[in-house]
T-cell receptor, first 113, second 112 residues
């Protein structure tokens, strides 16, 4: 039982390059989330998917797109990376409904040069 | 939008001393979740408080939810080096259905 698995763990991109961050969970959770974490700013929600087939914007969605491929997988795409997107990205999942604890992956450390 | 503020931002304590972090909101919180993130790690869920005035304990950790549901605190008694990390509170409903708004976090350093 791996929980939430994120790939890759580290990535360095040049400005303008694109890439997709992958996330998969094996806990049969309906809801999945993408956050970014920057020093002193806590965790900010980029996009979330309350259930398979739906996605919604979070607090900071600009410059990102997401795909809920199936119940297990939720990917985050940067179409044209910018230095401001240098951050640590966390994927999380939870059971559907309010007040559910979130389970996080180990994160992807992304640097944009 | 809804903001959940935590104080202090950083705290250094000598091993064995107590530590408290506070979580404050200008509006009523639906519930409070607390998470711990070890250095280089990911946030891990600790506990959830739902009722006004609720107090829960986990070994040396005591969690409180304010009577007005606008604040919460986490108190660690006799800190140990294993307590090092960043502690986040999170409001479970303020951002809308299923969205969680995380506080800015308190980074705890324990000096052996």
């Amino acid at each position: 039982n791996a929980g939430v698995t994120q790939t890759p763990k580290f990535q360095v991109l040049k400005t303008g390059q694109s890439m997709t961050l992958q996330c998969a969970q094996d806990m049969n959770h309906n809801s999945m989330y993408w956050y970014r974490q920057d020093p002193g700013m806590g965790l900010r929600l980029i996009y979330y998917s309350a259930s398979e087939g739906t996605t919604d914007k979070g607090e900071v969605p600009n410059g990102y797109n997401v795909s809920r491929l199936n119940k297990r997988e939720f990917s985050l795409r940067l179409e044209s990376a910018a230095p401001s997107q240098t951050s640590v990205y966390f994927c999380a999942s939870s059971h559907r409904g309010n007040n559910q604890p979130q389970h996080f992956g180990d994160g992807t450390r992304l640097s944009i040069l | 939008g809804q903001q959940v503020m935590q104080i202090p931002q950083y705290q250094h304590v000598q091993e064995g001393e107590d530590f408290t972090t506070y979580c404050n909101s200008s509006t009523t919180l639906s519930n409070i979740q607390w998470y711990k993130q070890r250095p280089g790690g990911h946030p891990v869920f600790l506990i959830q408080l739902v009722k006004s005035g609720e107090v829960k304990k986990q070994k040396r950790l005591t969690f409180q939810f304010g009577e007005a549901k606008k604040n919460s605190s986490l108190h660690i008694t006799a800190t140990q080096t294993t307590d090092v990390g960043t502690y986040f509170c999170a409001d479970g409903l303020s951002g809308g259905y299923q969205k969680v708004t995380f506080g800015t976090g308190t980074k705890l350093q324990v000096i052996p």
